[in-house]
């Protein structure tokens, strides 16, 4: 008896061994190769350091030509002092996905090289006019840039038409985003400025004779600008009206989101060395800043980090919508629960603090990268300066274990995944159409990776392609509740402006982990407007048109 | 069993049998119980010698004592005081109290009595070292120093001086002179100390991981060394591993409940994790060693914030600007608490505040 039950043990220990490795997570591959990109990231860099060099490469992915299939966007520097695209190294990009799903660049026939611009930092994308067609709207230095999209594969250049261009002298826009902040149902735009700088007032920075990236502080702090949409091709900037000139910041990355579920839209700004800004709208136009009232301008210490790049979405599905946005190695990258008012600063006990101490961040986002139903958190990262062994450096990706932990699988995403660089701006969306979250992602003078989700987790998924009616036609801001046949509830909304100089794919992705059964989608648009869908297969793409009334 | 006996029945009839005792019989069977480690069933004994002598000086203070020995402090510093007072210049008495002030963790009174312990017997080693100890806990880094040079000069090989100079200096960014100090205790090997001293330095290097590795060394060689697992705490905290961090902070607050920097962070880490009456705690305790530290006054002023109580941190906070007008997270802290109780226009002046001493700051550096 003593020894079949030894033979039992054994046998069930080898069963072990056979039957329950630890588990692969999904990873990424780069397939930029199988493409011709013309496309490197160029900001001039030649030994001088001119203080907006460590930004560039602003990334979109959207679909610009309505065939079905995402695209990709890649905003370029100019050559430097110059402020010019003075040759096509410094070009925007253009990324028309292929039937196969390759790229081919149509930039030059879409006419947006931008040629006649300066250097360009963020891409903002957003149907302003409701034509079913997504525009583009520029961050420069030197003048912004609006480009309405054509309808046929081509863009044209609307800046000085729509009086979207005016901004102070030699204002350095580094980021944007569209909403419709007076909920009339048509976008308006937000510019993230950070401060007044031009080749003739750039302050050398020198230690032993070595040029460094000045110090933040140097430079004068400006507010963001607000444009408001007229609805005829046309805008007016309300930036005093609505309060914003009110609060100059360091603009970087920018979120929308409804942070305290009143139906209208509000904004986070993360600020460079500056409190971050809080944006919450009173619903007449005017905004007041609550961010330290709120508990988001400063650190857990009461402290001011350089805040990079930004998301705004709910991690933990309680319904509220919390805040990530990261900053430089030896600061702590600063995850804010909503508690439904406040937010409690949640990076020591999510364990973000321990797991980004050593990076410098930029770009990042709240991705369910492996379809588990929790966001996880994406950072593109790499020092602002390169002077020492620990300046370049490789994403990361912190895994939401459960609603509350985070935990590093950097490691395990992928040698594609890890490369060290300067890595800047960053881009999501399902690329190829298999419900799991691509990333595509810009590094200073290198070629973009198109990061491509292995998507083998076996977990479900949902995305929910929203169209506004009575909201506007991209409903950024509409608020996504799905709960799952088992009662599993989850949390999401509609945001392009994700991360830093960057656009994701506006439709809404929810990772369903192994449930196949959706028994209710509730929708909230903008509009105020409730919209609930009932029993919805998983593994598609929702359609959903708001209902007029 | 005789002593049984005339235990058992004192404690039966203390008021009937207490007028009719000898007083000395009664303190020499206190001084017997004391002597043989038995305070507990001495204290009695002193205390009702002392009803019948009142002024005996050294009996309250072999109380003050035996209340010691049992760790009931602050009833031992009462009767310390008493019996200071029927004889003020009694060095014994005063060293006595000042000790039972460390104990308490009420350092700055200690401090008081070993300065002025000090200042009548300025060769005594033990009080220089305890007053040079105080000092170092007040974050005195300066008086550390100027208390042990002299010290140090005459005798360069005690271990003891050079450790706590050493760590003075390194405190007060004098990392390279602490390091020649310290040198004296690494010829010795690859000790607990100089694993500490070692880390000390590292940490003001701002080389965090190496701190906590020397650090984690140093603790692992000798967990009772004092201090070691509060700059672990710190170490850890630099490197973002918080949960460490508390682990190292408790593991102080188990050998040393009065360690001031381990109450501090650890209430503040307790605090930035929700657990806001743990924090408090911990930082009542940090303000019993020293009084008025603006930090901890801060902490516990964001602990109010936190805890959904502005007005409290308002007091607070308004108190602790008024004494250190540029703290700038002071100054923030307080516009918060203004705004969430609606008091816009006083946040936006504490904001403004805030703003132009950081930008002021940002300019003398931009300058350097």
């Known amino acids: 008896m003593r020894g079949a039950l030894c033979l039992m043990g054994a046998g069930t220990f080898l069963l072990s061994l056979l039957s329950a490795p630890p588990p692969r997570r999904p990873h990424f591959v780069n397939v930029a190769a199988k493409s011709k990109i013309p496309y490197k990231t160029n900001n001039s860099f030649t030994g001088r350091k001119y203080f907006p060099q460590p930004m560039c490469g602003g990334a979109a992915i959207f679909d610009f030509d309505n065939d079905g299939r995402l695209d990709i966007f890649l905003a370029n520097g100019a050559k430097l002092p110059d402020l010019k695209k003075t040759d096509s190294s410094f070009f925007n990009c253009l990324l028309r996905q292929k039937s196969d799903g390759t790229f081919e660049d149509v930039t030059a026939r879409a006419g947006l090289t931008g040629k006649g611009l300066d250097y360009n930092f963020g891409a903002a994308v957003g149907d302003y006019d409701n034509d079913g067609f997504e525009d583009l709207f520029l961050a420069s230095m030197g003048p912004n840039a609006l480009f309405h999209n054509n309808g046929d594969g081509t863009f044209t250049d609307v800046t000085s038409a729509s009086g979207i261009g005016g901004k102070p002298a030699n204002t350095l826009s580094v980021a944007a985003a569209w909403f419709d902040y007076d909920n009339d149902g048509l976008l308006d735009l937000i510019v993230s400025d950070y401060t007044i700088w031009s080749p003739a007032t750039d302050v050398r920075c020198l230690m032993n004779d070595q040029d460094y990236y000045c110090n933040p502080h140097r430079y004068p702090s400006v507010p963001p600008r607000l444009y408001r949409n007229l609805g005829n091709g046309r805008f007016t900037d309300v930036t005093v009206k609505s309060q914003l000139a009110r609060y100059p910041g360091k603009g970087m990355g920018v979120s929308i989101a409804d942070f305290n579920g009143d139906g209208w839209m509000d904004v986070f700004i993360a600020n460079d060395t500056e409190p971050n800004s809080l944006f919450i709208n009173r619903r007449d136009g005017t905004f007041e800043e609550k961010g330290l009232e709120l508990g988001v301008a400063y650190d857990q210490n009461a402290r001011a980090g350089s805040s990079m790049g930004c998301d705004a979405k709910d991690f933990d599905n309680d319904g509220k919508v919390d805040i990530f946005f990261n900053n430089l190695m030896g600061q702590i990258w600063q995850l804010l629960r909503n508690r439904g008012g406040l937010f409690q600063y949640y990076s020591s006990i999510s364990k973000v603090q321990k797991l980004s101490m050593t990076y410098s961040g930029w770009s990042a986002g709240f991705i369910d990268y492996n379809n588990d139903g929790w966001k996880d958190i994406y950072s593109a990262n790499g020092d602002v300066d390169m002077v020492s062994a620990k300046s370049p450096q490789h994403d990361t990706m912190f895994e939401n274990t459960d609603g509350k932990t985070f935990v590093d699988v950097s490691g395990e995403m992928g040698e594609d995944f890890l490369p060290k660089g300067y890595q800047r701006g960053s881009a999501f969306g399902d690329l190829n159409g298999d419900g799991a979250l691509d990333i595509v992602v810009t590094s200073l003078n290198q070629a973009p990776r198109i990061l491509m989700n292995t998507a083998d987790s076996g977990n479900h998924w949902l995305m929910v392609a929203l169209t506004g009616r009575k909201s506007a036609r991209d409903a950024i801001g509409a608020g996504v509740k799905l709960t799952t046949a088992s009662g599993r509830e989850l949390y999401n909304h509609v945001a392009i402006s994700v991360g830093f100089m960057s656009s994701s794919d506006k439709r809404v992705h929810f990772g369903l982990g192994e449930e196949t059964k959706i028994a209710s989608v509730e929708i909230r648009w903008p509009s105020g407007i409730v919209q609930t869908l009932k029993n919805i297969e998983a593994d598609r793409v929702l359609s959903v048109e708001e209902p007029l009334k | ?368």
């Open chain 2, 1 to 368: 069993m005789a002593k049984f006996f005339a235990l058992a029945a004192l404690s039966l009839f203390p008021c009937a049998t207490g007028a009719q005792q000898d007083p000395e019989r009664i303190l020499k069977q206190a001084i017997t119980l004391h002597q043989a480690g038995d305070a507990e069933e001495a204290i009695p004994q002193y205390r009702a010698y002392l009803k019948l002598r009142p002024d005996r000086v050294d009996a309250r203070s072999n109380l003050g004592a035996a209340l010691a020995g049992t760790g009931r402090y602050r009833q031992a510093i009462a009767e310390y005081r008493a019996a200071l007072k029927g004889r003020p210049k009694d060095p014994g008495i005063r060293l006595n109290l000042a000790l039972a002030y460390y104990k308490m963790g009420e350092i700055s009174a200690a401090a008081g009595e070993l300065t002025a312990l000090h200042a009548a017997k300025p060769e005594d080693r033990q009080i220089l070292l305890l007053l040079a100890d105080c000092r170092l806990r007040q974050g005195e880094n300066r008086q550390v120093i100027e208390l042990l040079e002299p010290a140090r000069k005459q005798t360069p090989d005690d271990l003891a001086v050079a450790y706590l100079l050493g760590t003075a200096l390194i405190r007060d960014n004098q990392v390279k002179r602490g390091e020649q100090v310290i040198d004296r205790i690494l010829r010795n090997g690859e000790s607990a100390e100089a694993l500490l001293l070692m880390g000390t330095a590292k940490l003001h290097a701002l080389e965090f991981e190496a701190a906590a590795a020397d650090l984690r060394k140093a603790a692992e060689l000798n967990p009772q060394l004092p201090d070691v697992h509060a700059y672990l705490g710190l170490a850890y905290i630099q490197t973002g591993d918080t949960a460490a961090a508390r682990a190292a902070f408790q593991s102080e607050l188990e050998r040393n409940p009065n360690d001031f920097e381990s109450n501090l962070n650890l209430a503040a880490l307790l605090r930035q994790d929700g657990h806001a009456e743990e924090a408090r705690k911990l930082l009542e305790r940090a303000l019993r060693v020293r009084p008025g530290e603006i930090r901890a006054r801060f902490q516990l002023a964001s602990v109010e914030l936190e805890a959904g109580r502005p007005d409290r941190a308002r007091l607070e906070l308004e108190d602790i600007v008024k004494q250190t007008p540029r703290f700038v997270e002071a100054h923030i802290a307080l516009a918060t608490a203004y705004y969430r109780l609606q008091r816009k226009a006083e946040g936006d002046r504490e904001r403004a505040i805030a703003q132009k001493l950081t930008d002021g700051a940002m300019a003398s550096k931009s300058k350097e």
